[in-house]
């Protein structure tokens, strides 16, 4: 590769994507062969049984078509094989904006493995999971005092059901005032998640215009707020990587008129042992454990969104609760909560992810996680310093976890932030989150978390600088990238256009 | 600094600090907070003890494990929605790798293909499985998954009334309570017959009616007519929704998709995923093409590079909230991928044949079970129809000295079902799998009959 045109230049070598061992892999179906199994059984050490003696004829399956007759090593290679196409933290930087890519600690996966852990059963008696409902009403604990609420619920499966709970938990609270408010209010600048909860609950969104200056300002919120609003929802920091420096304005202006304010945790990162929602005027907010709290994001979750509270929602918690009970006797799980707005997992939420969060508090204690705070910041401004002389920064002020830039000052080049994105690629890093938040146009979104040490960063700020030049000097070069993955770009417009959304066997191959 | 234990994830020297503040022209480190106004600021460190090392944070934590009972310390009949099976190793040594788990959603096709096509792979195996045309990429768990599955078939049939088999998982049935709270729905409860299965759907759907919820097997075990379920529910243009708790019935119980089925949504923990207290277990959700527009959650597509080579993508998310805001289909964005993950390779091991094998021995004994519990006095079995892994025992004492009894000799017996089905009088569901040796089902009944400590 040594010399050729797509070289990526002005970094160093290290860690740049190479073609290295890649090997071909094709699809479980397409390695199949009729007879192996990659699983052995015990011997039935009771009678067989025939399936048709015992169930209705119609009730029966002959066969299971859809499965793959693979043995134990040929899994194996597969699925190492295909581990190795992906981007992954522990591999280098993953600077993807809002998702806070940290790095996830081995402990946690060890001890989410243990049984006592990951083999007991949700409806086992309390008596028996006394270590668990401990850990429960710990980290319930944990996380009121860094947010400032009073009560927590560990239930919701991810950052989306937590605020779902929590905008249930609002339209309870005024139903129970017997007012009927229609409307939820959310900034331009939010995650389409905080819309979609809203609306997936019955409610008419109002769209909030931030400011020139990338924040929500009391004017906008005074002059959209009435009697028909339930509630506000806000990111503090925003989407921007911007303090919401009005919010303790905007959540009188929204109490006054009977509102609520939620808070989507989602940047929580930036405020650890710093700030404390609960301390703004946030009545409801959700963490996102796979986020701030290090649990890993597992190609697409899972995840877990508890949801904290301040005591005037408490009466609307979803059952179950974990309750301490007196004198030291231990815990149990209640159901006894009159106005629970019900319940939102099938069992007590995502304990795995529970058990590795708990764990990385324990690690981390207060000083940590003030630390992570504090060089996320720190890295946040660094990128932002050294990036800001050549790409354009829409709202140019210090920020907090992350930054967004955009693809202006390239529009001569014709050079665009999926170019961008995906060239950097061939430097070795995972691209930042691109086109959002929707207010900025040609967004690029990056948040590099504590987790990134100053040469990582250096890394990424040569690249970006490398990648500007070449869009000056060689835009074609930016345009075709990536030019050293296994695959070049896809044709996403193809796959929506014509959805094939699962194998089939060739029809010519008999 | 050496016993500031959080550094050991941070790498971030004072030096380091110095410099970079230095290049950002921000004097000290609090300064970089100077867009919080002053009185949100702490003034002190928040209520948390100080952090602690890797060897005593493991220690307090195996103390906490220690506490739990769990299927490896006792021997298990509890089911009744997360079932005991055995994982193979190759499934967690595979998904412990860091490209897998440390990734996220993939976003950026070009280096997320090994998660894309572990998707794809997903995706045909359920297809084939449930004998429907389209899997999604997980939803929570099974009780959102049916939720969701609920909300679908409103939406695609503009009706707001959903008729729910009372022998739905009785969590289900809450979670979908809740998630229809807002939205001026009207559920219908169609009661369970006395053979245990659910009694003829069709006096309980009408014009009105979007969706017949049925669960396979059911609740208390139970194999459902679906066939007739599915004629009764069409007749008045309803969509038929299965859902499954125990996955593994799918391997020998009539596909929902032959069935009549619309929607098949449940949970596929048995499918590798270990039980976990609870989660994160595995929703699913899978339907036919002409349903794909209002299916939620992710999708994964074929499709090619500019060179023409095969690789897979997210695709159709013009359904999805980061495209489509309050008009998406649904509002989940994060969802169970690692979980996804395990259960590809779970079926990938078994394949075919194995998973067939296995669901027969499940099969087998339970079907040992019931016969021994019906030949000893003071146990009966309550319900005639046919069950797979999973079924009701009445017995002659409470069921709750029952457990207690076989709890003292390590044995965690099976659910009370007082709270869900109190017409059965005292009575336990019982669930056996490949994990549950003779001699262990033989020491149960025995204990359930009253014998042990």
Known sequence: MSGSDDEPRGATQVGIAGAGLGYEERLLFERSAPGRCGYSLPDLDVPEVDPRALLPADAIRSDIPGLPELSEVEVVRHFTRLSTWNAAVDLAPYPLGSCTMKYNPKLNEKIARLPGFSAAHPLQPDAVSQGLLELFHRLERQLAEISGMDRVTLQPAAGAQGELTGIMMIRAYHERKGEKRRKVMVPDSAHGTNPASAALNGYDVVAIPSGEDGILHPEAVEAAMTEEVAALMVTNPNTLGLFEEHITRIAEIVHSRGGLVYGDGANLNALLGVARPGDMGIDVMHFNLHKTFSTPHGGGGPGAGPVGVKEVLAPYLPIPVVRELAGGAGFELSADVPDTIGRLHGNLGNVGVLVRAFTYILSLGADGLRRCAEMAVLNANYLLARLRDTYHVPCDRPVMHECVLSDRSLRDSGVTTLDIAKRLIDYGFHPPTIYFPLIVHGALMIEPTESESPEELERLVESLLAIDREARENPELVRGAPHRTRHSRLDETRAARNPVLRWQPDPDSG | ?453
């Open chain 2, 1 to 453: 600094m050496i016993e500031a234990n959080p550094l050991r994830y941070i790498p971030h020297t004072d030096d380091d600090v110095r410099r970079m503040l230095e290049v950002i022209g921000c004097p000290r480190t609090e300064d970089l907070f100077a867009s919080i106004p002053e009185k949100l600021r702490l003034q002190g460190p928040v209520a948390l003890p100080a952090g602690a090392s890797e060897q005593d944070v493991a220690a307090e934590l195996e103390r906490l494990a220690a506490a739990n009972a769990n299927a490896r310390s006792h021997e298990w009949f509890l089911g009744g929605g997360t079932y005991a099976h055995f994982v193979p190793s190759a499934v967690d040594a595979l998904v412990s790798r860091a490209e897998f788990y440390s990734a996220y959603t993939p976003y950026q096709p070009e280096i997320s293909q090994g998660t894309l096509q572990a998707i794809f792979e997903w995706q045909t195996m359920m297809c084939g499985l449930t004998a429907l045309d389209v899997s999604n990429a997980s939803m929570y768990d099974g009780a959102s998954a049916t939720a969701e599955a609920a909300l679908m078939a409103m939406r695609i049939t503009r009706r707001s009334k959903v008729a729910v088999s009372a022998s739905l998982h009785p969590h289900y049935r809450q979670v979908l309570d809740t998630y229809l709270a807002g939205l001026r729905a009207e559920i219908v409860t169609i009661p369970r017959g006395e053979d245990g299965r659910s009694q003829p759907v069709g006096g309980f759907v009408d014009g009105e009616t979007a969706a017949v919820i049925l669960q396979q097997p059911n609740f208390l075990g139970v194999v459902e007519d679906l066939s007739g379920a599915a004629e009764a529910a069409h007749a008045d243009g309803a969509l038929l929704i299965t859902s499954v708790t125990e996955a593994l019935s799918l391997a020998l119980l009539r596909p929902p998709g032959d069935a009549g089925a619309d929607i098949a949504c449940g949970e596929a923990q048995s499918f590798g995923v270990p039980m976990a207290f609870g989660g994160p277990h595995l929703g699913f959700l899978a339907t036919r093409s002409k349903l794909v527009r209002q299916l939620p959650g992710r999708l994964v597509g074929e499709t090619v590079d500019t060179r023409g080579k095969r690789g897979f993508v997210l695709t159709l998310s013009t359904r999805e909230q980061h495209i489509r805001r309050e008009r998406a289909t649904s509002n989940i964005c994060t969802n169970e991928g690692l979980c996804l993950l395990m259960a590809t390779i779970y079926l990938a091991l078994l394949g075919r044949v194995g998973l067939r094998k296995l669901a027969e021995m499940n099969l087998a004994k339970a079907q040992y079970a019931k016969a021994k519990i019906q030949e000893t006095p003071g146990l009966e079995l309550p319900l005639s129809a046919p069950t797979f892994n999973e079924f009701a025992v009445r017995l002659g004492a409470p069921a709750g000295e029952a457990l207690a009894r076989a709890r003292r000799a390590g044995i965690i017996g099976g659910l009370d079902l007082g709270a869900h089905a109190p017409e059965l009088g005292s009575a336990l569901l019982i669930c056996t799998t490949e994990l549950n040796p003779k001699e262990s089902i033989d020491r149960l009944i025995g204990i359930l009959a009253g014998g042990g400590s």
